[in-house]
């Protein structure tokens, strides 16, 4: 009999996450590399953990990463979501803690795109009167 795998795909900014969880330990590989290694800063793993900590399943679930594109911040957020959505097809019962805590919602919130004749989205060169 196949042991039991969950997957589901986290979104941030230009950041993808795909997540597998399987019945474990609690262990975290993200590409390959554990958590503290590929994250380096606290604030990235705490938000990164979040979901884990709220369903108080961060000790029952091996979580196995496979993230790309933007930042480290933005791949922390694509990676927490991605956790919250797995969350959920393990067990819906989780669906209401963490629609309550907003880790089930993407954050749409892109780069706004240079303007022409601008410097970037909105900051204008500089006007010279003379």
């Not at 950041?15 to 262990?27: C, I, Q």
């Not at 709220?54 to 927490?80: E, M, P, S, Y």
Request: charged share 30%.
């Amino acid at each position: 009999m196949a042991e039991e795998r969950y997957y589901a795909t986290g979104k941030r900014k230009t950041a993808v996450a795909r997540v597998w969880m399987v019945p474990g330990s609690g262990k975290i590989i993200i590409n390959k590399k554990p958590l503290m290694e590929y994250l380096v800063r606290e604030s990235d793993r705490l938000h990164l953990v979040e979901p884990l900590k709220v369903t108080d399943t961060a000790d029952k679930f091996d979580v196995n990463v496979n993230v790309k594109g933007g930042g480290i911040f933005g791949q922390a957020g694509a990676i927490r979501h991605g956790i919250s959505r797995v969350l959920v097809i393990s067990n819906p019962e989780f669906r209401g803690i963490l629609k309550k805590h907003g880790f089930l919602t993407r954050d749409s919130r892109m780069k706004e795109r240079k303007k022409y004749g601008r410097l970037g989205a909105r900051a204008r060169y500089q006007y010279s009167k003379r």
